[in-house]
């Protein structure tokens, strides 16, 4: 299957730094990526979808000024957390789309964040 | 609305069949889908099964559908240690592509 690549795995930072993960489709191009956030035992929730050359689309209740995503090519979004907080310590997966079939959704290997 | 519910664990012996069962809410929805994923790592898409169909057999994977009751299953025949993990079953609307995911079912082989 597709091969979808997250950079960091895992990073720890300090209260009010910014963090940048990256998310890359490598052996395919993704108009479409999403980006989700796992709590410890819990599921996925989705925070946004990335479209490439356009704006995101943030769930309800996903602060955009926090959460910002960056679609500038078909092969990478960008996810950044702005002044991060201890509160957004998480997992966060991202996903990409295969062309425009629904059921070829690949996901990433996860980046572990933590906020000290 | 959105929907989707699990069992939140199972415990099976090495060798035996393991059914993990998912209830989901939205008659709307057009694919369903079986991940798995294993301690600290991301989603592995297992199945999926379009919701016309009732049954799906990927060798030792089968996915019971049904339809009228909003059940879906994930049969694993023969079970191996290595398919101790997380599994979460989710759907994806007739519009759109966004998945609505279950909280998890968490297996446990016993060998």
């Known amino acids: 299957g597709a091969v979808v690549s997250q950079h960091p795995s895992r990073v720890i930072c300090k209260s009010g730094t910014s963090v940048k993960i990256e998310c890359r489709s490598l052996?395919?191009?993704?108009?479409?990526m999403f980006w989700y956030r796992q709590f410890p035992k819990q599921s996925l929730m989705l925070m946004a979808t990335s479209n490439e050359g356009s704006k995101a689309t943030y769930e309800q209740g996903v602060e955009k000024d926090k959460f910002l995503i960056n679609h500038a090519s078909l092969t990478l979004s960008t996810l950044t957390v702005t002044s991060a907080h201890p509160e957004d310590s998480s997992f966060y997966i991202c996903?990409?789309?295969?062309?425009?079939?629904?059921?070829?959704?690949?996901f990433g290997p996860g980046t572990r964040l933590l906020v000290l | 609305g959105e929907d989707v519910e699990q069992s939140l664990f199972l415990s099976v012996r090495e060798g035996d069949s393991s059914v993990i069962n998912c209830t989901y809410t939205d008659s709307s929805s057009t694919y369903l889908y079986w991940y798995k994923q294993e301690p600290g790592a991301g989603l592995q898409l297992l199945t999926y099964i379009f919701s016309n169909m009732d049954m799906k057999q990927d060798q030792r994977l089968t996915v019971l559908l049904n339809k009228k009751d909003k059940h879906l299953s994930l049969r694993i025949a023969d079970t191996q240690t290595g398919d101790s993990a997380i599994y979460f079953c989710?759907?994806?609307?007739?519009?759109?592509?966004?998945?609505?995911f279950g909280a998890g079912t968490i297996l446990r082989v016993k060998s």
């Open positions: 052996d395919f191009q993704a108009t479409t």
């Open positions: 989710a759907e994806i609307m007739e519009y759109g592509n966004k998945l609505v």
């Open positions: 996903s990409a789309l295969v062309g425009t079939a629904r059921e070829t959704q690949y």
